[in-house]
């Protein structure tokens, strides 16, 4: 099964506007962690954000928030204020202590194209 | 200071010949990955290595191997290129095999493998 869907392959948003990237998850290991890596087109994988399992509060760090429903087992990464420096790859990822032995195991990605 | 640095950035070689791609990360972490994405972006956990346990995706055919001379280094060896091992391969590092934000992955920029 899998273990991290993201079922937006493609989005666009205006320069300035907020976009949501959607995420869903599945372990059945209590204690797990939630990442989001942004991959430009110069290939490199960059952390953006984490939410742990426990986390009471959303994570946020500077234009980015993680939208976590833990009973849902959602995900969803928040950029607000869109730049044309944002047009990138995202990827959700998660670690568990289950199947994937504590291994970061990654969604399909959503490229996430910024129009001025 | 590069975190985690590999070598070659590109690799163009012809089937059937044998190459090597070198990671060092100089975080002082207990725990070394590779990576494979492929044409769709899809990234694949291939091995997790620390000085204690080697764990191999068993989806990873055996022409893949790891080496590591020492906790600084994870190599990875590929024998009998074929043409699908065409992709980018990633190395990582972690501080440890857990789920903690503390011990998120740091990745290297990637290795472009072609194969013709």
């Known amino acids: 099964a899998q273990k991290i869907t993201q079922t937006q392959p493609g989005m666009f948003v205006q320069e300035k506007e907020a976009v949501t990237l959607d995420c869903t998850y599945d372990?059945?290991?209590?204690?797990?962690?939630l990442f989001w890596y942004k991959q430009p087109s110069s290939g490199e994988m960059i952390f953006l954000i984490y939410?742990?399992?426990?986390?009471?509060q959303n994570a946020t760090e500077g234009r980015y928030s993680l939208n976590f429903q833990k009973a849902r087992k959602s995900a969803n990464l928040v950029i607000s204020a869109s730049q044309l420096g944002d047009s990138a790859m995202y990827f959700c990822?998660?670690?568990?202590?289950?199947?994937?032995?504590?291994?970061?195991?990654f969604g399909k990605g959503t490229k996430l194209s910024v129009k001025p | 200071d590069t975190a985690v640095s590999q070598t070659p950035k590109y690799l163009v070689t012809q089937m059937g010949n044998d190459k090597s791609i070198k990671c060092e990360q100089n975080?002082?972490?207990?725990?070394m990955y590779w990576y494979k994405q492929d044409s769709k972006k899809f990234l694949k956990i291939m091995f997790s290595?620390?000085?204690?346990?080697?764990?191999i995706n068993e989806t990873v055919p055996n022409r893949f191997s790891p080496k590591s001379p020492d906790k600084a280094h994870l190599n990875l060896h590929i024998n009998s290129l074929e043409l699908g091992d065409s992709a980018v391969y990633f190395c990582?590092?972690?501080?440890?095999?857990?789920?903690?934000?503390?011990?998120?992955?740091?990745f290297g920029s990637g290795t472009r493998l072609t194969v013709v």
């Open positions: 990582a590092s972690s501080q440890d095999n857990t789920v903690d934000a503390n011990y998120g992955y740091t």
């Open positions: 372990t059945s290991d209590p204690s797990y962690g």
């Open positions: 939410q742990g399992s426990y986390d009471q």
């Open positions: 990822a998660m670690r568990d202590y289950g199947g994937s032995q504590g291994n970061l195991i």
């Open positions: 975080l002082g972490h207990d725990t």
């Open positions: 290595y620390n000085n204690k346990e080697l764990i």
